[in-house]
Each structure stands twice: as C-alpha cells, then as structure tokens.
C-alpha cells in the first residue's frame, strides 16, 4: 500500500490514470514506478532503458520457436519484462524530466521489434511442423495487422491525454508537426526515425477523417483552450471506448491470448487467425465507433 505522498508521485509518473488498462494499473505500472524511483539517481537514462527492452522483448521469439516448454516460459517472462521496462523508460522519463523527442519515437518502435520477430519466429516454427513456408503469409498478414491495430490505439490514447490536458496532450501531433521535427533533426538516426514516423502519423490521420475535423474545428476556435465541458464531455466518452473495445489491441489484449496458445501447446496458427481475423474485427469497430465519437462534437452540416 503507498502512503499519500508516494501515491501522488506514482500517479505523476503515469500519463494518465485513465489510459491505463487492469493489467498495468495492478502489476506493470506499480512494478515500473519501484524501477523508475530506483534509477532516478544512477545516470540511468529513460533511452537506455528503451534500448534495454528492445533486447529483451526480441529474446521472446527465438524462445517460442522452442518445443522445451521451460524454454517458451522464459520467453514470455522476458516479454513480460520487457514490458515492465516499456513503462520504466516513460517512467522514468516523468520522474526525472529527462524527456526526447528521439525517445519518444523510438519507445514506440520498441513494441514492433518484440512482434515482428515472434511472428518471424512462429512462422518457422509452422514451417518446421508442417514443411511448408506458406506461413509466412499469414504471419506477415498478421504483422501488418498488429502495426496498423498498435498504431490507431497509440493514437487514441495519446488524443485522450489532449483532452485532459495541455501539458499531458503536447505528444499528440499532426503531420506537419512531425514533418518539421524530421527538417530540424540532424542525426542521421534521428531522420530515419521521424521518417518513419511520419509514415505512422500519416496512417493515423487517414483512417480518422471525422476526428481530423474534429480537431480542426476545435483549434479554429478555441486553440489548445479547450472548454471544460467539451473536454470531459469527450473524455468520458473515450474511456469508455477504450475500456470497453480499444484495450483489446493493447500489449495486453493481444499478449493474454498470445501466452495461452504458446505455454498450452496450441498449433500457433491459431494466434495468427486471431490477429488477422478477431483483432481486425475489433479495429474496425473501434474506428467506426470513435468516428462516432468525434461525429457528435461537429455540426450537423459535417
């Protein structure tokens, strides 16, 4: 149990309590704040904790390609630490003000790695089972998915934080944000992250045209002050989407089934029908129903 004041430093180490699914309020959030606190002092960067998790999560699909069931139990512990230190670096990251525009971009990748090699992985292992490499089809269906779904839900979420406020909004940004951050960058590592970013950013906004008006009749009017009412009155309706449908397509939402098929010896086919077919099903009907959302704040004419 935290006292009062360590309570209300773990709640600033947080985005928002309220983007935050079951999983990560009760384990992953609480477990990263004691690592977070614990490296605050060392020199320990957000970044090098980014780097850190890459590594780990990516250990994850050479050890489910494995038939030795303590081996496939390893690699989800080491997916389950890599998490963890998914939320250390951002974390961290509050504690300390040690924050990058570099570190944020690259934090996001940080998940794409850990999947596209677990689904590289269960590709050749379909391939060592069935002696075929048609796998790979489905596999790369199901990486393309899994892009697509992470990217809408990173983008909901970080819109939710708009709308609770402008300091916690600031990483919600538009296409030409992302385009001068890429003309500015100077780092060779830096523009091949942002130039990838801007191909992010830009399905992001694609596939919300309801939202994107949304936005821009708010900012003509209002600019980034918001009225309350129409700040709560959005949240509360986001929450409720995301609870009830987006966190499906979370680390968590995925991974829940993801670590049942593996550690039960399920054909690993089956994730891929999942991703494909069920998580798909899922993105749609959260991009019908957040453009629903985003419908109700726009004039009728609109």
Same mark, same amino acid.
Request: proline residues 3%; positive net charge; hydrophobic residues 45%.
């Given at each position: 149990?935290?006292?009062?004041?360590?309570n209300?430093?773990?709640?600033?180490?947080?985005?928002?309590i309220?983007t935050?699914n079951y999983?990560?309020?009760?384990?992953?959030?609480?477990?990263?704040f004691r690592?977070a606190k614990?490296?605050?002092n060392?020199g320990?960067t957000?970044?090098?904790?980014t780097i850190?998790?890459i590594?780990?999560?990516?250990?994850?699909?050479p050890?489910?390609?494995?038939?030795d069931?303590?081996l496939v139990?390893l690699?989800v512990?080491?997916?389950?630490i890599?998490n963890i230190?998914?939320c250390v670096?951002g974390q961290?990251a509050?504690?300390?003000?040690?924050k990058s525009?570099?570190?944020r971009?690259?934090?996001?990748?940080a998940g794409?790695?850990?999947?596209?090699?677990?689904?590289v992985?269960?590709a050749?292992?379909?391939?060592?089972e069935?002696?075929t490499?048609?796998?790979?089809?489905?596999?790369?269906?199901?990486g393309?998915?899994?892009?697509?779904?992470?990217n809408?839900?990173?983008?909901y979420k970080?819109?939710?934080l708009?709308?609770?406020?402008?300091e916690?909004?600031?990483?919600f940004?538009g296409?030409?944000?992302v385009?001068? $951050?890429?003309?500015?960058n100077?780092?060779?590592?830096g523009?091949v992250l942002?130039f990838?970013y801007?191909g992010?950013?830009?399905?992001q906004?694609?596939v919300?045209?309801?939202?994107?008006l949304?936005?821009?009749?708010?900012r003509?009017k209002?600019?980034?002050?918001?009225p309350d009412?129409?700040r709560?009155g959005?949240?509360? $309706?986001s929450?409720?989407?995301?609870?009830?449908?987006?966190?499906?397509?979370?680390?968590?939402?995925?991974t829940?089934?993801?670590?049942?098929?593996?550690?039960t010896?399920t054909?690993?086919?089956?994730?891929f029908?999942?991703e494909a077919?069920?998580?798909?099903a899922?993105?749609?009907?959260s991009i019908?129903k957040?453009?629903?959302?985003?419908?109700?704040f726009?004039?009728?004419?609109?």
């Amino acid at each position: 149990m935290m006292n009062g004041t360590l309570n209300r430093e773990y709640e600033a180490s947080l985005k928002s309590i309220e983007t935050e699914n079951y999983p990560d309020r009760w384990f992953y959030r609480p477990v990263g704040f004691r690592i977070a606190k614990a490296l605050r002092n060392t020199g320990v960067t957000p970044n090098m904790v980014t780097i850190v998790s890459i590594f780990v999560g990516a250990a994850a699909g050479p050890l489910f390609y494995r038939d030795d069931f303590r081996l496939v139990l390893l690699g989800v512990v080491c997916l389950i630490i890599a998490n963890i230190l998914d939320c250390v670096d951002g974390q961290l990251a509050r504690l300390t003000g040690i924050k990058s525009e570099i570190g944020r971009v690259l934090d996001g990748f940080a998940g794409d790695v850990w999947f596209t090699l677990i689904y590289v992985f269960l590709a050749l292992k379909l391939k060592s089972e069935y002696g075929t490499g048609l796998f790979f089809i489905p596999a790369v269906i199901s990486g393309v998915s899994h892009l697509v779904q992470a990217n809408v839900t990173d983008y909901y979420k970080t819109l939710h934080l708009y709308f609770v406020s402008k300091e916690k909004g600031r990483e919600f940004q538009g296409i030409d944000e992302v385009r001068a $951050q890429y003309r500015m960058n100077k780092s060779l590592a830096g523009k091949v992250l942002f130039f990838f970013y801007i191909g992010y950013t830009s399905l992001q906004e694609s596939v919300t045209p309801k939202l994107q008006l949304m936005m821009r009749r708010f900012r003509s009017k209002y600019g980034d002050d918001l009225p309350d009412e129409i700040r709560t009155g959005f949240r509360r $309706q986001s929450e409720r989407l995301m609870k009830r449908v987006i966190d499906f397509m979370t680390f968590n939402g995925r991974t829940i089934v993801l670590f049942a098929i593996v550690l039960t010896g399920t054909p690993v086919w089956v994730y891929f029908l999942y991703e494909a077919v069920v998580l798909n099903a899922v993105l749609a009907i959260s991009i019908y129903k957040h453009e629903k959302i985003c419908a109700s704040f726009l004039p009728a004419d609109d």
